[in-house]
């Protein structure tokens, strides 16, 4: 391997456990907050226990949550022998292990990855996405989920979803059982710090999500595209995805709002602006992101291949 593509890489790496580092920081921070708001100085160290409590959690256990979030199934090649090997021959592409694969039985075409790290991933996709895209669509979308899985951003995503979600619970948690006047005593701000906590903590963990994941989605569009090698069937998957996503509601995210930032095209209702509170780019500037790189020749492919224990089919 080139000395100066292993210090790439190793820097890669390196920034993206920084960048969790900073995410467990914000959200810890943020949680303590929420602590002092509802019960003071008492309330803030309950807090940073919690906090710690939940970051050791999701670290082992966000991927299983989120899964389990959208009622994900397990599925072999005996069960889905195209898009196993699909998965299979883009895993072996971009030199990844081959991930767990999952389906999700949701009309709304869509798809996400999680796991810990590349040796703990796992892809989902909706049935929806199975009955809408073609092949070479179909594979685009699935190397830019691997894409998330190779650049290491799955962790700090899937991290992300699941603290969200437990500062959303805390601060509703305190809204009903905590705060009251012998709060103030401890420094607390008793009933207004309560409805402080319930607007603005929610809100505030969604833009560190938000934020996270939108300067990601434009790296895995272009890694994606070199792993698949059409970056014009992702980009003709993304105009598809975006289009029916408006129509067809998605439930189990609807229920999980924490999760969207994972999927590659946002499945929540009344989301379409590309502004701060949006949970990911414009999708017109993405295509046009791929268009530019397909007419560059910029889709050549960057990542090694190794061998696999993937059977693949040679093309005619």
Not at 94 to 118: D, H
Not at 144 to 155: G, Y
Not at 203 to 209: D, E, K, S
Request: glycine share 10%; aromatic share 6%; hydrophobic share 45%.
């Amino acid at each position: 391997m080139d000395p100066a593509s292993g210090c790439r890489k190793g820097a890669g790496r390196d920034m993206n456990y920084f960048r969790t580092m900073l995410l467990l920081a914000a959200m810890t921070a943020l949680f303590m907050a929420v602590g002092y708001l509802i019960g003071g100085t008492g309330g803030m160290m309950i807090a940073f226990l919690f906090a710690v409590g939940t970051n050791a959690f999701a670290y082992w256990n966000s991927d299983k949550m989120v899964l389990r979030m959208h009622n994900a199934e397990p599925v072999t090649r005996a069960s889905a022998p195209e898009l196993y090997d699909m998965v299979g021959r883009l895993a072996q592409r971009a030199n990844l292990p081959m991930p767990k694969v999952y389906l999700i039985r949701e009309q709304q075409p869509n798809a996400f990855a999680t796991g810990r790290n590349p040796e703990n991933a796992a892809v989902a996709a909706t049935t929806g996405i199975l009955q809408l895209l073609d092949r070479d669509e179909l594979e685009g979308v699935i190397a830019h989920e691997l894409a998330h899985v190779k650049n290491r951003d799955i962790l700090t995503m899937t991290v992300a979803a699941t603290v969200a979600g437990a500062i959303s619970m805390l601060a509703q948690f305190g809204f009903f059982f905590g705060g009251g006047g012998r709060d103030r005593d401890n420094g607390g701000m008793g009933v207004i710090g309560m409805l402080l906590a319930v607007i603005f903590a929610p809100m505030a963990a969604a833009l560190i999500q938000m934020t996270i994941s939108r300067t990601r989605e434009y790296s895995a569009d272009k890694l994606g595209a070199q792993i698949s090698g059409e970056p014009l069937a992702l980009a003709s998957a993304l105009r598809k995805i975006s289009a029916y996503a408006g129509r067809i509601p998605m439930p189990s995210a609807e229920r999980n709002p924490t999760s969207a930032p994972l999927f590659i095209i946002n499945p929540l209702s009344g989301q379409r602006m590309d502004n701060l509170f949006s949970t990911h780019p414009n999708v017109e500037n993405r295509i046009r992101a791929l268009e530019a790189m397909a007419a560059t020749g910029g889709a050549r492919p960057e990542v090694a291949v190794r061998p696999s224990p993937i059977p693949t089919v040679r093309r005619r």
